[in-house]
């Protein structure tokens, strides 16, 4: 049996104290096998869920695009300073 430090089994939350994993199919320091989480079947799943987080993509596309008229708008002012004025640091 390899080390747990050469396989990816170990649990991610001894390396980085804010991330976890999802499901933990052998845990390497009990030994032990726990449950895999399993998505939930089509009739688990929230109808008003399954829209809300549709709604939420389609929000979230439609900020970008929103937002894409000032971005160009603020890359432009950009190339007009630089235009005018030259560049703002002098290469040596």
């Not at 991330?19 to 032990?32: N, S, Y």
């Not at 399954?50 to 389609?58: D, I, M, N, Q, Y």
Request: net charge positive.
């Amino acid at each position: 049996m390899r080390p747990a430090s050469l396989c990816n089994d170990a649990p991610m939350e001894r390396g980085a104290v804010g991330l976890r994993q999802r499901k933990v199919a052998f845990d390497p320091i009990k030994g032990a096998v726990g449950p895999a989480a399993a998505a939930p079947s089509a009739e688990q799943a929230d109808i008003p869920n399954l829209w809300a987080s549709r709604c939420r993509t389609l929000l979230a596309i439609a900020y970008l695009w929103a937002c894409a008229p000032l971005l160009v708008f603020m890359a432009g002012l950009a190339w007009f300073r630089h235009y005018v004025f030259g560049s703002s640091f002098k290469r040596a």
